[in-house]
């Protein structure tokens, strides 16, 4: 483990503002393998992030990725169904946890997404995660075509509480497994966000193996 990595998994048990989600990479890069799937490095739980702020644990969301726009955060809720309009994807969604590993676990079902539990929810303050397969056993999956979203696309997430919050893309990146930007991609942030996450790069039919990641970076942008 860096000593980076060390410093920053100190300052997140010790309840750091500056970081809710940062994990060791070295003990979380998962090898997408088996079943062509989708595995990620996995934030530890971090409801502290959803916690706090004004009455209800709500709070005016801020941020230069959240465009400098005011959009009141939500209760924690429970997701149950993700809907992107640009890729024709609706989904129920599978909850998910981490592995003995501290990887993420992935969903059983390639068709459909899974929510990070440990995390934020969904229109909560926070990065919440939503991950998927990008393939299974050679046939497409889910998040087959994640990397093709563009800035400005939306994502639709139903929560049980009735709400559905809407996200809107502002950027799609790929990084190799090896060097994962953990704290790029979970670092505490006060508005509520969204991560989507699949495998990405060239399929290693010998391995099972995906090297990168791809991920959605979005912010919530509406609630009905």
Excluded at 66 to 79: A, H
Excluded at 214 to 220: D, E, G, Y
Aim: glycine content about 12%; overall charge positive; charged content about 20%.
């Amino acid at each position: 483990m860096s000593r980076s990595v060390r410093w920053v998994w100190a300052r997140f048990r010790h309840g750091s503002a500056a970081v809710v989600a940062a994990v060791a990479a070295a003990l979380l890069l998962s090898a997408c393998g088996g079943q062509d799937t989708a595995a990620s490095q996995a934030p530890p739980p971090a409801r502290n992030a959803e916690r706090g702020g004004t009455a209800g644990g709500r709070t005016p969301a801020t941020g230069s990725e959240s465009g400098g726009r005011s959009v009141t955060v939500l209760d924690r809720s429970v997701p149950q169904r993700v809907a992107i309009p640009s890729l024709g994807v609706s989904s129920e969604l599978e909850t998910l946890g981490q592995n003995g590993k501290g990887a993420m676990t992935t969903p059983k079902n390639p068709d459909l997404a899974g929510w990070y539990e440990p995390g934020p929810t969904p229109g909560s303050r926070g990065p919440a995660v939503i991950a998927g397969h990008v393939t299974w056993n050679g046939a497409d999956a889910v998040f087959k075509k994640l990397k093709t979203m563009k800035a400005g696309d939306t994502v639709e997430v139903t929560r049980q509480d009735g709400k559905t919050a809407t996200f809107t893309v502002d950027r799609v990146e790929e990084y190799p497994k090896k060097e994962f930007p953990t704290l790029e991609v979970y670092k505490n942030i006060d508005y509520a966000g969204l991560r989507l996450i699949t495998c990405g790069g060239d399929f290693d039919a010998d391995r099972h193996y995906y090297p990168n990641n791809v991920t959605v970076f979005a912010r919530m942008t509406g609630v009905a």
